[in-house]
């Protein structure tokens, strides 16, 4: 059973970093679409950025040039570093991951969810 584990959210002040990990067990014979989502309070889920299967790298408008995705394959880790922290960043991180199908999502494959971890970021 492949399972999503989290760590590294927090509280740090407005212009501060945090580094999110996402281990994924179970993983060693299947690549995955690797994806980073966040909710804030009162609002829709938001995908933030994504490796897909082909390894294009992909980054929402909000968070464009102060977070990085990237992947450890030995680790069987996903990262997610987050520079210049602001106040509206401040939401539940999810990673979620999709089977690949050589350079696409394996169609009607499920797909896996984190269990979210929380960054607080003060002005």
């Known amino acids: 059973q492949v399972r999503l584990v989290e760590s590294g959210g927090g509280s740090v002040q407005a212009g501060g970093s945090l580094k999110l990990s996402c281990e994924i067990t179970?993983?060693?014979?299947?690549?995955?679409?690797l994806r980073w989502f966040r909710q804030a309070a009162g609002k829709e889920r938001e995908e933030l950025a994504r490796?897909?299967?082909?390894?294009?790298?992909t980054y929402g408008d909000s968070i464009q040039g102060r977070f990085t995705i990237s992947q450890d394959n030995a680790k069987d880790t996903l990262y997610f570093q987050m520079n210049n922290l602001k106040p509206e960043d401040a939401a539940t991180y999810y990673c979620?991951?999709?089977?690949?199908?050589?350079?696409?999502?394996?169609?009607?494959?499920?797909?896996?969810w984190g269990q979210g971890t929380q960054v607080t970021v003060s002005s």
């Open positions: 979620a991951a999709w089977a690949c199908l050589g350079t696409d999502i394996w169609p009607g494959r499920s797909n896996y």
């Open positions: 179970e993983s060693k014979y299947m690549r995955y679409d």
């Open positions: 490796i897909a299967c082909d390894g294009t790298k």
